[in-house]
């Protein structure tokens, strides 16, 4: 009897880490990057290149832009969505004009794009696209006033290891 009660609690248990293993990223503390990615992001050349009025903070509204134009540039059939050629490209050209290359590499990488499509349907649209970086800017805001200055920029350990 307690023999089999510990199998079926070992049954159980192994059910329960399976489900949390194949739940999509919805939780409010999923990963919203790979350390790759927020070691890229992170820098300060990065910051400038989002902080289009040059004014050493990154407001929610140019981060919003930034994002739109990225999505523009990597969305070339112009449809609703990026499709996985489309967001990974041609392997020379990763480099995007509007980042670093650094950047360009991280986020264009398969495991970027899984954790942004929202209802794993393959694509990203411009709404998931845009929201997981809304996710991002809001973790790196810690003070909470749309606005992120370079030490929030730059804080280590909030978006991925
Ligand atoms: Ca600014
Ligand atoms: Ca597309
Ligand atoms: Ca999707």
Do not use: C, I
């Not at 939780?27 to 902080?51: C, H, N, S, V």
């Not at 070339?76 to 995007?96: C, F, I, R, V, Y």
């Amino acid at each position: 009897m307690k023999l089999s009660l510990t199998k079926t609690a070992l049954a159980a248990s192994v059910l329960l880490s399976v489900a949390a293993f194949s739940a999509p990223v919805f939780a409010a503390d999923a990963m919203l990057g790979t350390g790759g990615y927020a070691r890229q992001l992170q820098k300060m050349d990065m910051m400038k290149m989002l902080d289009a009025d040059g004014n050493h903070m990154v407001t929610a509204a140019e981060a919003d832009s930034y994002y739109n134009s990225v999505f523009d540039t990597l969305n070339k059939d112009g449809d609703d969505s990026l499709e996985a050629n489309e967001w990974t490209g041609p392997s020379k050209n990763l480099k995007l004009d509007l980042a670093t290359g650094g950047y360009s590499r991280e986020l264009r990488s398969m495991k970027m794009m899984r954790l942004m499509d929202a209802d794993g349907d393959h694509k990203v649209t411009r709404d998931e696209f845009l929201s997981h970086h809304r996710a991002v800017f809001a973790k790196l805001d810690t003070s909470s006033d749309q606005e992120l200055s370079a030490t929030e920029w730059s804080m280590k350990g909030l978006l991925g290891k």
